[in-house]
């Protein structure tokens, strides 16, 4: 997909959407220094460039229930790609699973993992062992408490972009 020409004002856009998620038209202007109508307009456009995936709320999951947080580590004992398409394929069938990312280096992937409990936890490893996913070795740290949860700042990735 072709990459738009953004300007201060797209910035501002996404910026805003980033920090408050969706907005009305007035309120989104407003909160960007701009008319509603072109405001729009631009809303419109990003949208449709894809710079938008979507919008959601942020959940307090501690007021919901107790949870397990786990960072997990693991490498794959081969590296073609068909294993890792059916490691992936798995991990995205998974609903523990709320965050993973392939990696050079040490480890092929890091994984965030939200369980209700260690011994569901356990459960959850047991099943990868169960589904034989070439897993040569795996980590876990257990979380005891959030130091840092950010969004990324949209105006400096952009402004180091355009350099």
């Given at each position: 997909?072709?990459?738009?020409?953004?300007?201060?004002?797209?910035?501002?856009?996404?910026?805003?959407?980033?920090?408050?998620?969706?907005?009305?038209?007035?309120?989104?202007?407003?909160?960007?220094?701009?008319?509603?109508?072109?405001?729009?307009?631009?809303?419109?456009?990003?949208?449709?460039?894809?710079?938008?995936r979507g919008?959601?709320?942020?959940?307090?999951?501690?007021?919901?229930?107790?949870?397990?947080?786990?960072?997990?580590?693991?490498?794959?004992?081969?590296?073609?790609?068909?294993?890792?398409?059916?490691?992936?394929?798995?991990?995205?069938?998974?609903?523990?699973?709320?965050?993973?990312?392939?990696?050079?280096?040490?480890?092929?992937?890091?994984?965030?993992?939200?369980?209700?409990?260690?011994?569901?936890?356990?459960?959850?490893?047991?099943?990868?062992?169960?589904?034989?996913?070439?897993?040569?070795?795996?980590?876990?740290?257990?979380?005891?408490?959030?130091?840092?949860s950010a969004?990324?700042?949209?105006?400096?990735?952009?402004?180091?972009?355009?350099?």
């Open positions: 997909m072709k990459r738009l020409a953004l300007d201060a004002a797209d910035i501002r856009i996404l910026s805003a959407l980033q920090q408050h998620g969706q907005l009305s038209k007035a309120r989104l202007a407003e909160v960007c220094s701009l008319s509603a109508t072109p405001c729009w307009a631009r809303l419109t456009r990003l949208k449709a460039a894809g710079y938008i919008y959601r709320a942020e959940i307090a999951l501690g007021h919901l229930a107790d949870f397990a947080q786990v960072i997990m580590t693991v490498s794959l004992s081969r590296h073609r790609k068909a294993d890792f398409d059916r490691f992936e394929a798995y991990i995205n069938s998974r609903d523990e699973i709320i965050d993973c990312i392939a990696t050079g280096g040490g480890v092929d992937y890091i994984m965030k993992v939200i369980s209700p409990s260690l011994t569901a936890f356990q459960a959850f490893v047991d099943d990868i062992h169960a589904e034989d996913l070439g897993i040569d070795r795996y980590m876990t740290h257990f979380a005891t408490r959030q130091i840092k969004l990324p700042n949209i105006a400096k990735l952009a402004t180091a972009r355009a350099k």
